[in-house]
T-cell receptor, first 110, second 115 residues
Framework: GQSLEQPSEVTAVEGAIVQINCTYQ??????LSWYQQHDGGAPTFLSY????GLEETGRFSSFLSRSDSYGYLLLQELQMKDSASYFC???????????FGKGTTLSVSS | GAGVSQTPSNKVTEKGKYVELRCDPI?????LYWYRQSLGQGPEFLIY????????DSGLPNDRFFAVRPEGSVSTLKIQRTERGDSAVYLC?????????????FGNGTRLTVT
């Protein structure tokens, strides 16, 4: 089977940096993705890591270590609008779909 | 351009009834996915299509659930003999290809309530 574990909740203040961790167990591995979902909205794609290392997209970065079956999403210069749920997702085998973690609810306060 | 469109946005039905949920993917996207999401949970995979064929239907919970994509574009998720436990938001997503680095574009979902 496949599973992805991430913290259920994280809180932070505006301007801070927060890291959301994700560990995964999959029979195979085809990269780690991150999605953001605001309350009542659709999940939207943030980043994909196929190889080890850091990928940076503006205020958001994502990291992958395949040897540790671990990744994280780093959010910098937090803004109130970053309050949302964040999901890591992985594809275990060719010809299968993304499997999502249960999500981390990020609350940003002023 | 237009995103993924799902209809209806809300559906209330009685236990035992049949429902159909429709998904209109982004034009040109070959892969289409169905997930369902309960409150406080991540999207739970149901089935995905590459073109007209179901590439992976391992997530369908039982034989009351069925999905089609006859022309490789619009897809319909069909649920027979609905049960209260089927209540959830049903999300559809499409992607340009089914490669692992091809982002999923989600619709706003259909909120299904079985009474």
């Amino acid at each position: 089977g496949q599973s992805l574990e991430q913290p259920s909740e994280v809180t932070a203040v505006e301007g801070a940096i927060v890291q959301i961790n994700c560990t995964y167990q999959t029979s195979g591995f085809y990269g780690l993705s991150w999605y953001q979902q605001h309350d009542g909205g659709a999940p939207t794609f943030l980043s994909y890591n196929g190889l080890d290392g850091l990928e940076e997209t503006g205020r958001f970065s994502s990291f992958l270590s395949r040897s540790d079956s671990y990744g994280y999403l780093l959010l910098q210069e937090l803004q109130m609008k970053d309050s949302a749920s964040y999901f890591c997702a992985a594809k275990g085998q060719a010809g299968t779909a993304l499997i999502f973690g249960k999500g981390t609810t990020l609350s940003v306060s002023s | 351009g237009a995103g993924v469109s799902q209809t209806p946005s809300n559906k209330v039905t009685e236990k035992g009834k049949y429902v159909e949920l429709r998904c209109d993917p982004i034009s040109g996207h070959t892969a289409l996915y169905w997930y369902r999401q309960s409150l406080g949970q991540g999207p739970e995979f149901l089935i995905y299509f590459q073109g007209t064929g179901a590439a992976d239907d391992s997530g369908l919970p039982n034989d009351r659930f069925f999905a089609v994509r006859p022309e490789g574009s619009v897809s319909t998720l069909k649920i027979q003999r609905t049960e209260r436990g089927d209540s959830a938001v049903y999300l559809c997503a499409s992607s340009l290809t089914d490669r692992e680095n091809s982002p999923l574009h989600f619709g706003n979902g259909t909120r299904l309530t079985v009474t």
